[in-house]
């Protein structure tokens, strides 16, 4: 019988098995993202532990430049719970973390891309790591729901304001899939 290969990740003790079965059930959840394990996806199982991590997740950079955060490193950590600045949810998993500014983002949210478009508007948005309209904050245009300090798309010749998460609701119900974390692209250079 031949030994699984396996594979370390810098975040966790124990060795990964990469899988291509369907994951233990259908409700795991990847360790980084927390998005559930796609059915005919690769995926990274611990063999000692519950530790799953999408083929994406597991590889994240360690050490990525954001424009978000342009004269700081961002490290990449597991948190058990905090809040992002970029969509100001709480969560767990993996996140990364600027020591000198004490934020953290999800590491979905650092990967969102810089420039978009959407169905539902015919000009490209551009990501926003702040409101136009300074502490009032803005309006999604989507969900028609205020939002006071997180990233948002906008097109600034219509004044069109949509929330990270509003931007992505067609493409995942327009096909009824769950979006993966390959469905995103790096939104800037990784690398120190």
Request: glycine residues 4%; contains cysteine.
């Amino acid at each position: 019988m031949r030994m699984a290969a396996t594979f370390q990740h810098f975040l966790h003790d124990h060795p990964l098995e990469l899988r291509a079965t369907g994951p233990p059930s259908a409700v795991t959840c990847c360790s980084a993202c927390q998005a559930p394990l796609v059915s005919g996806r690769h995926y990274y199982s611990c063999t000692t532990c519950a530790f799953y991590l999408h083929r994406p997740c597991f590889n994240l950079p360690q050490l990525i430049r954001h424009p978000a955060d342009p004269d700081h490193n961002l490290n990449l950590i597991p948190l058990q719970s905090a809040d992002c600045k970029a969509c100001r949810e709480q969560g767990s998993g993996f996140f990364y973390n600027c020591n000198v500014c004490q934020v953290n983002y999800h590491c979905l949210c650092m990967l969102v891309p810089l420039t978009k478009q959407h169905a539902s508007h015919p000009h490209e948005l551009k990501l926003r790591f702040s409101s136009p309209y300074g502490k009032e904050g803005f309006i999604c245009d989507l969900c028609d729901k205020s939002a006071l300090e997180q990233w948002l798309y906008r097109c600034d010749d219509c004044q069109f304001d949509v929330h990270l998460s509003c931007s992505f609701i067609p493409r995942a119900q327009s096909n009824g899939e769950q979006a993966d974390p390959a469905d995103y692209a790096p939104s800037a250079p990784v690398g120190p």
